[in-house]
């Protein structure tokens, strides 16, 4: 009699149930009737899932199975329902208000792209190629994500970063502007048509060579209207350049003979050296980070432990905070394009707002990576996703909504050097492996 | 005549009695109010009163008993003034009874007895009493046994006396009032006179004595005792004995402990739950003498089964030996939570930041790293391996850039400190190669490439003058080589980057040289060390060159060429010096892993030593601008102290120990053998024999 009494009562506390009604944004052939379900209160969100799936497959018998993910007041389950419901203190009698989105993760992994040497630098803001630096001083065009089409050769050091160029008023494909910043001091513009299709790799060389940073580039990024650079270099300064291949301002100075080693000079062609038109001084060490969201602003991060925001008309600081940590990697987006994300010497990917007055305290903390975080990437069109890569040979894809990763992708052996979207569903990563590796099909 | 009265008034008391008892009682007082005064005369006056009011009444005694008892009293009084005739009898005033059965009733004044006289029966007397005319005036005086006639004189007083009046009838009770303050223009009863000035005005003498009271107190001659301050609150039930205790001095009384009230644990047969078990007792035989339980329970069929007890003899003797060799001294004992008696350092939090993990490592050698050294602005560093190799790696990203082939283990290396000339000094076996990095811009590597120019016959110079060093070009690197006689140990750089050191610890008079790079120029400016050489330094901002020998450190002044100072860490072989970027404090590691830190301003003694590792020290490290300093050592592991030295030189410079950095596996036998700090970031490198190159991060 009593053991009875026992097993009922245990079983009534495993099976809690708590009310769920299911909502989404998505389109109809994912949306489920707004009727409530009772749940056992120990799921997680795989279960979730699974029951989401279930019910739609009954609603429609050729549908494919995929992960979901679960919202409650703007916050992703990450554990058991029941804790959930514990720790964020909402009454499990009511009838829980569960908006299902799309799981963000990657679904698959394209072939690596395998180059000479590390890679340092990767830019994915074309959808047409893939844009990578290298440690042999190359940089490279990948069509298409697979197929090396041009190598931009010239720098006698390593890419350090790399950025393609949209300039608004010259649309089309054929000729396409790019910049790259090295350890030899300099940036390079190139130019380049990416139409044209070629069986081996064309191997091009830089229009204009901008040399005044006195010690190694450590970050380049355009400006949105696409007549501009940026570029922040260990000599602590910022400095802007112009991009336009202007013969006419009178600047064009063929280049003498570089290097020693240079021995592939034969086929000079004319190279311009272009000048700083402004220089943003401030930062104290080395400037790792720049970059220009808007017209008028560009942020900077840098190994003195702050980050700050420069307004391009005057050259002025307009903003400037300290993080305590030496930075690597800076970018600006999220919410209303106004979210600072920097990660830096530490395994912490911390976002600030800067339209927060008074509190320097980051708004998130990621910590989930072991190792210093060398790059950091917003989504362009979500707010609320961005990747961070680490040296500890991670990526990570992050939801502000959670503080736990959506998804880990650690094909890298190594290092992993610089990262960004591509397509904005896929994350293309370099590493110390020399590899270059995209995973796709993440739907955000 | 003062006798006889005295004596009738004896006699009177008597008579007055019996009138007493007669008369009825008759109020004396007639309204007349009794002031406080003198008893008698107030008695005299209110008898003058009554025999006046009430004159000529035949009643022979109305006195009451108050007047007839002052009566009495007066003339006791009389008895004792100088002008009464002591009486015959002198047995004083005892009860007459006593004598009653005598023959005499009492002794005279030479101490005879007095003899009674022949008492005469009553007829005789009554019969003589009636012939006599004068007998009613007689008076036996009991006293004197003898008859007293009193006189007409002595009568009339009695009467007057019992009529309340006064004795003598000369006195006029009523005599008209005499005022004596009376005088001519009298408005007031007495003096209409101003009051004198002196009644306002305060005293002048007695303002003398204040203020000399005054001063006397300032002064301190007068002390005043304070007040004694009586305990507001005491314990109403206190302990009396507590008391006690307190007041009492020497030897104070202790109250025995109270003995704790027996359990159930003690009964001859306990439950089974208060027994302990084998393991516990067995347990017991681990704990220390005084913790162990004074008692252990055991169980007992029957009262009848517990034994005697065991320690009652021998309980017995201790207590008597407590009794005879007791100490009569209160055992003091001091609680100190040794807690409290660390110093009190800053919290770990609060010397934020400082190298904590290791996020980066720089692998590549194939051999212990012997040295690091790190490029001033941080971007790169070099290490030399006894691989023969020197390897250039960026800070960054942990990617070797660069590897140059020496050909022999190096011992250490150094970066040139300014940023502009990014030159490597590599000691290696018998040579010191100076590396062109190949770091800088165009025209700074014009600038090296000339520098780094050797010409043929400088060499041949050096040859001829039997220098210990000879400058050569480098044949594989654009470098020189500067070929010593004797192993080279340690290559230091000044701060401006032309001068720097290098150290043959065997090389005797010879074993500290330095060389100019501009001029390619080798001095020995040091001949005389005792011990062998182990490092030299250059101060950071004097003219000043510390070299450490394996006894002492020895500060030299170059630009007057002497010793200006010697420093004695008192250990037994010091392994490596490192200077405060500030220039007044060196700290001094050593081979038996301690450490020692010296303020120049304060002496030559270490102000102090820090026992860190239980190995060998290998090398001990400054940050450039954090408070931090470092040490390592080949127990594979490396300290990180907090060092701050303030500009005010009356605060001695606070150290706070941070932190233990693991990480590196041993090899060998050795461990960790060379440690740098970055120099902007807190962030320390370590180079282990295990070939790896650490990066710690805060």
């Given amino acids: 009699m009593e053991r009875g009494m026992d097993a009922s009562g245990g079983s009534t506390e495993a099976s809690r149930q708590i009310r769920v009604r299911f909502t989404t944004k998505l389109p109809s052939p994912l949306r489920l009737p707004t009727t409530s379900l009772a749940v056992p209160s120990n799921l997680s969100r795989m279960g979730l899932s699974e029951i989401v799936n279930h019910l739609l497959k009954n609603m429609d018998s050729e549908y494919q199975f995929q992960p979901f993910d679960f919202l409650v007041d703007g916050e992703l389950i990450r554990m058991p329902l029941e804790q959930f419901l514990l720790a964020k203190g909402i009454s499990a009698e009511k009838v829980l208000e569960m908006e299902y989105i799309k799981a963000v993760a990657p679904r698959k992994e394209e072939d690596p792209c395998l180059h000479d040497d590390w890679v340092s630098a990767v830019d994915g803001s074309n959808t047409s190629f893939i844009l990578t630096g290298c440690y042999d001083g190359l940089a490279r065009i990948w069509k298409g994500g697979a197929v090396c089409t041009h190598i931009l050769e010239g720098h006698g050091g390593a890419i350090t970063s790399a950025s393609v160029i949209n300039r608004k008023g010259v649309e089309s494909e054929n000729s396409l502007y790019v910049a790259t910043g090295s350890k030899d001091r300099s940036l390079r513009l190139w130019k380049f048509d990416a139409a044209e299709h070629v069986e081996h790799p064309l191997r091009i060389r830089a229009y204009k060579i901008l040399q005044e940073h006195t010690s190694s580039v450590q970050s380049i990024s355009s400006a949105p209207s696409g007549d501009m650079v940026c570029s922040g270099s260990w000599d602590c300064s910022i400095k802007l350049w112009e991009v336009k291949a202007s013969e006419a301002e009178g600047d064009a100075v063929a280049i003498k003979k570089r290097k020693l080693r240079s021995d592939a000079a034969e086929h000079e062609e004319s190279q311009l050296e272009g000048t700083a038109t402004s220089t943003l001084v401030g930062h104290a060490q080395c400037v790792s980070s720049v970059v220009w969201p808007e017209l008028q602003t560009i942020y900077s991060a840098s190994w003195d432990h702050s980050i700050r925001q420069w307004d391009v008309q005057t050259g002025n600081e307009t903003w400037n905070m300290v993080c305590g940590k030496a930075l690597n990697c800076l970018d600006v987006g999220g919410e209303s394009s106004a979210l600072v994300v920097a990660g830096g010497s530490d395994p912490v990917l911390r976002i600030w707002d800067p339209r927060k007055p008074g509190t320097l305290a980051p708004v998130f903390q990621f910590s989930s990576h072991s190792s210093w975080i060398t790059a950091c990437k917003w989504h362009t069109r979500s707010w609320f996703h961005l990747l961070s890569a680490s040296y500890d040979g991670k990526l990570m894809l992050w939801d502000l909504r959670t503080a736990w990763p959506l998804a880990t992708i650690d094909s890298h052996k190594d290092k992993v050097l610089c990262a960004d979207w591509w397509k904005s569903d896929s994350v293309i990563s370099g590493g110390a492996d020399s590899k270059l590796f995209i995973c796709s099909g993440i739907q955000i | ?698």
């Fill in chain 2, 1 to 698: 005549m003062p006798a006889t009265m005295a004596k009738s008034r004896a006699a009177f008391k008597k008579k007055a009695d019996h009138v007493e008892q007669e008369g009825p009682e008759e109020p004396s007082e007639n309204g007349f109010v009794r002031e406080s005064g003198d008893q008698e005369e107030e008695s005299e006056r209110s008898d003058v009163v009554g025999s006046s009011e009430d004159e000529g009444s035949s009643g022979e005694g109305e006195i009451d008993g108050e007047d007839d008892e002052e009566i009495h009293q007066s003339a006791e009084e009389s008895d004792s003034s100088e002008d009464e005739v002591a009486p015959r009898n002198t047995i004083g005033e005892v009860p007459l009874e006593w004598y009653k059965d005598e023959e005499h009733i009492g002794y005279d004044i030479t101490g005879k007895k007095i003899r009674k006289q022949a008492r005469k029966d009553k007829i005789d007397s009554f019969l003589a009493g009636v012939d006599d005319s004068k007998n009613w005036r007689k008076i036996y005086d009991e006293y004197n046994d003898e008859e007293v006639e009193l006189t007409k004189e002595e009568i009339r007083i009695i009467r007057r006396l019992l009529k309340g009046r006064t004795p003598h009838a000369e006195v006029d009770p009523y005599a008209p009032y005499v005022d004596w303050f009376d005088w001519e223009d009298k408005g007031h009863p007495l003096s209409n006179a101003p009051e004198p000035k002196r009644r306002f005005i305060p005293s002048k003498w007695e303002q003398k004595k204040v203020v000399q009271y005054v001063r006397a107190i300032r002064k301190g001659l007068i002390k005043f005792d304070k007040p004694k301050e009586e305990p507001r609150f005491y314990l109403l039930w206190g302990d009396d004995s507590s008391v006690a205790e307190n007041k009492r001095h020497g030897l104070s009384y202790i109250p025995a402990p109270k003995p704790k009230l027996a359990g159930h644990e003690e009964s001859y047969n306990p439950s089974i739950e208060y027994i302990p078990t084998q393991e516990e007792i067995n347990s017991y035989q681990l704990m220390y003498e005084e913790d162990r339980p004074k008692f252990i329970p055991r169980r007992y069929e029957s009262l009848r089964n517990v034994p005697a007890y065991e320690n009652a003899l021998k309980e017995g003797f201790d207590r008597c030996l407590d009794l005879y060799l007791c100490p009569r001294t209160r055992k003091k004992r001091i609680n100190i939570d040794p807690e409290s008696l660390k110093p009190k350092l800053p919290s770990k939090k609060d010397l934020k930041p400082y190298p904590l993990r290791c996020y980066l490592e720089y692998r590549g050698h194939s051999g212990p790293v012997n040295s690091i050294s790190i490029e001033v602005s941080g971007q790169w560093i070099a290490s030399g391996s006894t691989d023969g190799t020197v390897r250039l790696w960026e800070v960054e990203t942990g990617r070797c850039l660069r590897v140059w082939d020496v050909g022999e283990a190096v011992q250490h290396l150094a970066w040139n400190p300014l940023p502009e000339l990014p030159i490597l000094a590599v000691s290696a076996g018998h040579k010191v190669h100076l590396l062109n990095t190949g770091l800088g811009d165009a025209e700074e590597k014009m600038r090296i490439k000339e520098l780094l120019h050797v010409e043929e016959v400088l060499t041949d110079d050096a040859g001829n003058s039997v220098s210990a060093v000879s400058w050569i070009k480098h044949e594989k690197h654009d470098g020189i080589t500067l070929e010593h006689l004797k192993t080279v140990s340690t290559v230091e750089w000044h701060r401006k980057g032309d001068y720097f050191t290098t150290i043959m610890p065997s090389g005797d008079s010879r074993a500290v040289s330095i060389h100019q790079l501009s001029k390619k120029h080798t001095a020995n400016p040091i001949k005389k060390l005792r011990a062998p050489a182990v490092s030299a330094v250059f101060h950071p901002t004097r003219p000043f060159f510390f070299v450490s020998t394996k006894k002492n450190v020895r500060v030299y002044d170059l630009s007057k060429n002497k010793l200006i100072k010697k420093l004695e860490p008192g250990l037994r072989e010091v392994s490596s010096i490192a200077i405060h970027p500030g220039g007044d404090n060196v700290i001094v590691g050593s081979k038996e892993g301690k450490m020692c830190w010296f303020d120049m301003d304060l002496s030559s003694q270490p102000y102090k030593r820090l026992p860190a590792h239980p190995k060998d020290m290998t090398n001990v490290a400054f940050h450039r601008s954090y408070p931090l300093f470092a040490s390592c050592s080949d127990d594979c592991t490396a300290y990180v102290f907090h060092g701050m030295v303030y500009s005010d030189l009356n605060q001695n410079p606070l150290i706070v120990p941070l932190e233990i950095l693991r990480g590196h596996t041993s090899s060998n036998g050795r461990g960790v053998l060379d440690c740098k700090f970055h120099p902007r970031q807190p962030w320390l490198f370590t180079a282990g024999a295990d070939s790896v190159i650490k990066l710690y991060c805060h």
